[in-house]
T-cell receptor, first 110, second 114 residues
Framework: KAGVTQTPRYLIKTRGQQVTLSCSPISGHRSVSWYQQTPGQGLQFLFEYFSETQRNKGNFPGRFSGRQFSNSRSEMNVSTLELGDSALYLC?????????FGPGTRLTVL | GENVEQHPSTLSVQEGDSAVIKCTYSDSASNYFPWYKQELGKGPQLIIDIRSNVGEKKDQRIAVTLNKTAKHFSLHITETQPEDSAVYFCAASIGSSNTDKLIFGTGTRLQVFP
């Protein structure tokens, strides 16, 4: 069974731009969660989607948004990028609470 | 909200020795406790997990113990090998059917010296 895939793996943007990251979950998994990982703040929960509905949200500003499609693939969007948004963005898919992570998208904001 | 503390932040051991990483959590409703290993350039990999109806779980050289009364859980790695070197994260979750949200500890960098 293929694991969680994320695209792109690396991204460089400038302040003020927006970015869209994509995540394809493990086949059969309906829940997708997103996390931000930085050296200073560690792994922080962004939001969680299940059957195309956001069912949980972390403490991030409204510039961070996401969605899930009928095939369970998910995207997250960050608008008006700030330098502090530079991070590794991780997607995890789950079934029965066990979460399996993708390799992440490394976003650098210049 | 839930808070997870993890100690130590770094741990160096000789190959063949044991390593222990400890975590405490604040929300008594938490009932699912996974451990992840993250190698450089990769996403976290689930290595073992435990649910609150179990006190201990073992998988080869890795074991996890849970003390629900004291709200702490620990990862034990025996007979460490250089390939065990990585950053380890504990996490806690309510583990219900309504959410899979994980709250992570701050990580432990484990170095195993040959």
């Amino acid at each position: 069974k293929a694991g969680v895939t994320q695209t792109p793996r690396y991204l460089i943007k400038t302040r003020g731009q927006q970015v869209t990251l994509s995540c394809s979950p493990i086949s059969g998994h309906r829940s997708v969660s997103w996390y931000q990982q930085t050296p200073g703040q560690g792994l922080q929960f962004l939001f969680e989607y299940f059957s195309e509905t956001q069912r949980n949200k972390g403490n991030f500003p409204g510039r961070f948004s996401g969605r899930q499609f009928s095939n369970s693939r998910s995207e997250m969007n960050v608008s008006t990028l700030e330098l502090g948004d530079s991070a590794l963005y991780l997607c995890a898919s789950s079934a029965s609470n066990e979460q399996f992570f993708g390799p992440g998208t490394r976003l650098t904001v210049l | 909200g839930e808070n997870v503390e993890q100690h130590p932040s770094t741990l160096s051991v000789q190959e063949g020795d044991s390593a222990v990483i400890k975590c405490t959590y604040s929300d008594s409703a938490s009932n699912y406790f996974p451990w992840y290993k993250q190698e450089l350039g990769k996403g976290p990999q689930l290595i073992i997990d435990i649910r609150s109806n179990v006190g201990e779980k073992k998988d080869q050289r890795i074991a996890v113990t849970l003390n629900k009364t004291a709200k702490h859980f620990s990862l034990h790695i025996t007979e460490t090998q250089p390939e065990d070197s990585a950053v380890y994260f504990c996490a806690a979750s309510i583990g219900s059917s309504n959410t899979d949200k994980l709250i992570f500890g701050t990580g432990t960098r484990l170095q195993v010296f040959p």
